[in-house]
């Protein structure tokens, strides 16, 4: 699920400025964190920016295509997340070996938490007529929460593409899966492999966007998981299952993958999945990640969805995003901040750990109603494969918030979803007997 902070980008916009945004701030180190507010920042570099109305400004002038940018989650060994920011382009063979300035930052509410800003070659000097695919990979620390990623290509001080996308990061200290990486190519990490496409000794090109063509027969994917041996003791082994989910979400028999393997702080996993026109899915393609212990006890387990997969003449598609525009009706009316409070708060009972920190410590200090509706909408969405399904969850769950109220919220100042039985009927609804 993506949310949406709009006023960010809003704000951005009408600074304009944003291919100087750091032009008078020294770069940051490969991993480092900052964290100061939106006003002080522009108070800081105030002075250097320089208003451009040319957001418009065709990329086939400056002679590069098919911009494309994702951002993946993931850990250092120290528990450390990092945000990984994809940036892909294609250079054609009348492109000068120009600078580019690629700048980055990450948003938690009002406050820029993380930025970098580094320098590209538009096409290095190669002897080669043809179009040439490039990638550039920096990783910004981030914390935990829901983040706003922004970043921006200029070339001489002019906008030549911007991007943004949302994410959030888990909290950490229990086992979880990082995001999953649809590799492009790989080899062994050598002394010349650049530092941010290393992982777990392996030099992985990304396919950015984690796209997957639809005539491919085989996906390569990367993903890690960490803090198994909180669980299952180091070196005991446990059970990987792996695969991709058909039409309905659920595993797919031909598509499932099960590997023994010893349980370790960082358990690295790179492998393939057959794929065939119809698996995965099309629209919104999901790979399922289980961990299971000897006994069959499920340890953690996430659905990671990937970016639509590409038709042999498409170009490769960002990550889907349909949250991020989508109000569900049923929210209508839900305009004040102690009613979308509450309402948030009758969803920790349905939420995932994750989710409910973001729920607790992002959103509800936050204040931002608009943002509150939205994430509840995206929320549904990514329990659904459609905003009418998504709309008819939301509103049974408002009915079991109801029922609750009344049944037992006497006590809890009219909330059910804070006493014990509350909490069940919402999370698992009516009982059969």
Same mark, same amino acid.
């Given at each position: 699920?993506?949310?949406?902070?709009?006023?960010?980008? %809003?704000?951005?916009?009408?600074?304009?400025?944003?291919?100087?945004?750091?032009?008078?701030?020294?770069?940051?180190?490969?991993? *480092?964190? #900052?964290?100061?507010?939106?006003?002080?920042?522009?108070?800081?570099?105030?002075?250097?920016? !320089?208003?451009?109305?040319?957001?418009?400004?065709?990329?086939?002038?400056?002679?590069?295509?098919?911009?494309?940018?994702?951002?993946?989650?993931?850990?250092?060994?120290?528990?450390?997340? +990092?945000?990984?920011?994809?940036?892909?382009?294609?250079?054609?063979?009348?492109?000068?070996?120009?600078?580019?300035?690629?700048?980055?930052?990450?948003?938690? =509410?009002?406050?820029?938490?993380?930025?970098?800003?580094?320098?590209?070659?538009?096409?290095?000097?190669?002897?080669?007529?043809?179009?040439?695919?490039? /990638?550039?990979?920096?990783?910004?620390? !981030?914390?935990?929460?829901?983040?706003?990623?922004?970043?921006?290509?200029?070339? $001489?001080?002019?906008?030549?593409?911007?991007?943004?996308?949302?994410?959030?990061? @888990?909290?950490?200290?229990? @086992?979880?899966?990082?995001?999953?990486?649809?590799?492009?190519?790989?080899?062994?990490?050598?002394?010349?492999?650049?530092?941010?496409?290393?992982?777990?000794?392996?030099?992985?090109?990304?396919?950015? =966007?984690?796209?997957?063509? /639809?005539?491919?027969?085989?996906?390569?994917?990367?993903?890690?998981?960490? =803090?198994?041996?909180?669980?299952?003791?180091?070196?005991?082994?446990?059970?990987?299952?792996?695969?991709?989910?058909?039409?309905?979400?659920?595993?797919?028999?031909? %598509?499932?993958?099960?590997?023994?393997?010893?349980?370790?702080?960082?358990?690295?996993?790179?492998?393939?999945?057959?794929?065939?026109?119809?698996?995965?899915?099309?629209?919104?393609?999901?790979?399922?990640?289980?961990?299971?212990?000897?006994?069959?006890?499920?340890?953690?387990?996430?659905?990671?969805?990937?970016?639509?997969?590409?038709?042999?003449?498409?170009?490769?598609?960002?990550?889907?995003?349909? %949250?991020?525009? #989508?109000?569900?009706?049923?929210?209508?009316? +839900?305009?004040?901040?102690?009613?979308?409070?509450?309402?948030?708060?009758?969803?920790? %009972?349905?939420?995932?750990?994750?989710?409910?920190?973001?729920?607790?410590?992002?959103?509800?200090?936050?204040?931002?109603?608009?943002?509150?509706?939205? $994430?509840?909408?995206?929320?549904? &969405?990514?329990?659904?494969?459609?905003?009418?399904?998504?709309?008819? &969850?939301?509103?049974? +769950?408002?009915?079991?918030?109801?029922?609750?109220?009344?049944? +037992?919220?006497?006590?809890? $100042?009219?909330?059910? *979803?804070?006493?014990?039985?509350?909490?069940?009927?919402?999370?698992?609804?009516?009982?059969?007997?």
């Amino acid at each position: 699920m993506q949310t949406v902070v709009r006023r960010l980008r %809003a704000n951005l916009v009408h600074k304009s400025g944003f291919a100087q945004i750091l032009s008078n701030a020294s770069m940051a180190s490969s991993i *480092s964190s #900052v964290r100061f507010s939106r006003d002080d920042f522009w108070r800081i570099v105030g002075r250097g920016l !320089v208003v451009c109305a040319v957001f418009g400004l065709s990329v086939d002038m400056h002679a590069q295509t098919s911009w494309i940018g994702d951002v993946l989650i993931q850990r250092l060994p120290d528990g450390q997340a +990092y945000a990984e920011v994809q940036t892909a382009w294609t250079s054609k063979a009348e492109t000068a070996s120009d600078s580019l300035t690629l700048t980055m930052l990450v948003f938690q =509410g009002d406050d820029i938490v993380s930025f970098q800003k580094d320098n590209l070659l538009a096409r290095p000097e190669v002897q080669d007529s043809s179009a040439l695919r490039h /990638v550039h990979v920096a990783r910004l620390a !981030v914390p935990h929460g829901g983040l706003r990623v922004e970043w921006l290509v200029a070339q $001489y001080d002019m906008p030549l593409w911007r991007h943004n996308a949302s994410v959030r990061v @888990p909290m950490g200290g229990i @086992p979880e899966f990082t995001d999953v990486m649809v590799v492009n190519t790989h080899a062994p990490a050598t002394a010349r492999s650049q530092p941010n496409m290393v992982h777990s000794g392996l030099d992985l090109i990304p396919k950015v =966007g984690n796209t997957i063509p /639809v005539e491919a027969t085989s996906a390569r994917l990367y993903v890690e998981l960490h =803090g198994l041996n909180e669980v299952v003791p180091t070196d005991s082994l446990f059970l990987l299952k792996f695969g991709w989910a058909d039409e309905q979400g659920q595993w797919n028999p031909s %598509a499932t993958r099960y590997l023994r393997k010893a349980s370790a702080p960082i358990v690295p996993v790179f492998e393939v999945l057959p794929c065939t026109p119809t698996s995965p899915t099309i629209r919104q393609p999901m790979m399922k990640l289980e961990a299971q212990t000897r006994d069959g006890h499920v340890v953690v387990s996430r659905n990671v969805t990937l970016g639509d997969r590409e038709w042999p003449e498409g170009q490769p598609q960002r990550r889907p995003s349909a %949250a991020d525009d #989508v109000l569900l009706p049923s929210l209508n009316g +839900y305009d004040t901040l102690d009613v979308m409070v509450k309402l948030l708060e009758d969803h920790l %009972a349905m939420a995932r750990t994750n989710e409910q920190s973001t729920i607790q410590q992002v959103l509800i200090p936050g204040g931002d109603v608009e943002l509150m509706k939205r $994430y509840i909408s995206g929320f549904w &969405m990514d329990r659904s494969s459609s905003v009418p399904e998504a709309e008819a &969850m939301l509103a049974q +769950y408002l009915d079991r918030i109801a029922h609750v109220d009344e049944k +037992y919220g006497q006590c809890k $100042y009219g909330q059910g *979803s804070l006493t014990e039985m509350g909490n069940i009927y919402l999370r698992f609804g009516k009982p059969n007997t």
